[in-house]
């Protein structure tokens, strides 16, 4: 692990938070962007709101079969390469979307995109443990979040722009040229991540898996960040429908909608992170819901 001092970053480490950022952009974008295309989507393939709501748990649900198989083996290989290797995948998971022409087409397409998509947050957090001192890994993960507001504040209005100037299947090419260029950038600056492979003790990976559930600590921290996720995202996909047939918002309305939205997350994000390495992470992680 690379410890610096508290007051400040190395060159290479800001790259890592600048590479691991975008990277989150991309996938939250994926992701988030569905909510916006919602009520276009319904439109444009006649769904009816329960078969939108299947395209958009289909990522989510093979997410968490793609963690819970990864979970096992994860910690056996180059960091560097498991990073590539998912969103590689996630890349051609977004391009099979963008394909898509038919409902059958567009869940599958889905599936794929979160077997692989689904992963990349854990690894990147994975990441930042090699990387960063538990001193700064608050304000690391706080700049890194911020791809869930600029996803907001940039992505999603240029999604429902181009959704609405060329079809719903224009978000998804221009998510999988911007990974493209991101792939690229990670393959060539990121150095391999393998000071972990030398303490490895468990060579099995089911023992491996194993051997961190039957942690009760462990458990507890799982199933938290689980509720909390499946609490936040349960509503969101049908954000754009609920706005545009129930709130009467225009088309053109959404965008702003969404933006005000990211500009609050890309603010509070690094707040929250600082505060986080200043305070005790588990206060500010109980208080901030209430």
Known sequence: MENTPKAG???YQKLVIFLLAVTQFTVILDFMVM???????MKSLNLKPANFGIAVSAYAFSAGISGLLTAGFADKFDRKKLLLFFYIGFILGTVFCGLAHTYALLVAARI???LFGGVIGSISMAIITDIFSLQQR???MGFIQIGFGASQVLGIPIGVYLADSWGWEAPFWMIAVLSIGIA???AVKLRPLTQHLLVQTDKSAIKHLLHTV???DYRIGFTATALLSIGGFMMMPFGSAFAVNNLKLT?????LLFMVSGICALIIMPVIGKLSDRIDKFKIFALLPV
């Open 184 to 186: 690229l950038i990670i």
């Open 35 to 41: 909510s916006p295309l919602g009520d276009i989507l």
């Open 251 to 255: 088309a053109q309305q959404l965008p």
């Open 138 to 140: 608050g304000r690391v």
């Open 214 to 216: 039957t942690r009760a």
């Open 9 to 11: 970053f190395s060159g």
């Open 112 to 114: 794929i995109t979160g």
